[in-house]
């Protein structure tokens, strides 16, 4: 277990920069999001709940133990310390947790639109596929046992129509994982905008891995690539084991679809009728 030694009183000072953040973007609204960083090996340092996160102060934080048991600070902990909790327990390499209700990863999840991480070079060195836990209500245990399962294998998840959830090596590693996501989110959102998001293609994904493999020094396996994404939805509403990462194109061009259901005759037909047409106007 990686744990970081840093003075407490360091740590509130860097949760109030991040909640300024986080607020300067809009990513929390009033009393918004929450915040947490892990002291050692049974402290976590939370943000309290009905807070506004963008005004902390040294005074408004909550300590609690691994079972969030409080054991610092006047005002109750976050609504949320039940998620932030079973990401410590899931993931015992993470020393910080962010939880905001980031504009564009929320707009997906609402309209649907899963994240593809084939569409920008970045996400495919970073954050890998970007999952979107089951709906849950939010301040509930359902939010904890939403992302237990996505927490496993990933640093940065879309909480279905409540926002996003990041994990780091430490506070600022959580937080830029936010702003990755969100990033690639705001792009995603305007690429569909303007018609299409046109993923890369399969050679260049694969020449992407490549890289990360030789920069990480550690083999890829298929679950790295396109395993837990799909978000092409080309294999369907599930991802399916062992699969390469497709560049199939992304099922919202409604001119795609259109023309795939034209007979071939029909475009014959039409293809002669313009040439013809053409040819006349030549003449
Ligand atoms: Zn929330």
């Not at 609204?29 to 402290?43: E, F, M, P, Q």
């Not at 006047?74 to 993470?94: F, G, N, Q, T, V």
Request: proline share 5%; with cysteine; hydrophobic share 40%.
């Amino acid at each position: 277990m990686r744990l970081l030694k840093m003075d407490d009183y360091r740590v509130k000072l860097d949760i109030i920069e991040v909640g300024k953040r986080l607020h300067g973007r809009g990513w929390i609204s009033a009393t918004d999001g929450n915040i947490s960083v892990k002291l050692d090996a049974n402290r976590i340092i939370t943000t309290p709940t009905g807070v506004h996160k963008g005004y902390l102060t040294p005074d408004d934080f909550v300590i609690v133990d691994m079972e969030g048991n409080q054991l610092e600070g006047k005002a109750k902990p976050s609504s949320e310390l039940a998620m932030h909790l079973a990401c410590y327990k899931e993931r015992p390499d993470i020393n910080s947790v962010i939880h905001a209700h980031a504009t564009y990863c929320i707009v997906l999840s609402v309209a649907g639109i899963k994240m593809a991480k084939c569409l920008l070079p970045e996400v495919i060195f970073t954050l890998g596929s970007i999952p979107t836990a089951d709906y849950a209500p939010p301040t509930t245990e359902q939010v904890a046992l939403s992302v237990i399962g996505p927490i496993k294998k990933h640093d940065a998840i879309i909480l279905e129509r409540h926002g996003s959830l990041t994990v780091g090596i430490d506070l600022f590693d959580a937080h830029n994982k936010l702003e990755r996501m969100e990033h690639v989110a705001e792009i995603t959102y305007h690429s569909r905008q303007l018609g299409s998001a046109t993923p890369l293609t399969d050679n260049q994904v694969g020449e992407l891995l490549a890289i990360k493999e030789q920069l990480s020094g550690k083999k890829l396996t298929p679950s790295d690539n396109c395993n837990s994404c799909n978000a092409c939805g080309k294999y369907g509403s599930e991802a399916l084991p062992n699969l390469e990462c497709p560049s199939a194109e992304i099922e919202d061009s409604a001119m795609v679809s259109v023309i795939d259901k034209v007979p071939a005759e029909l475009v014959e037909l039409i293809t002669r009728e313009v040439v013809a047409e053409l040819e006349s106007v030549k003449r």
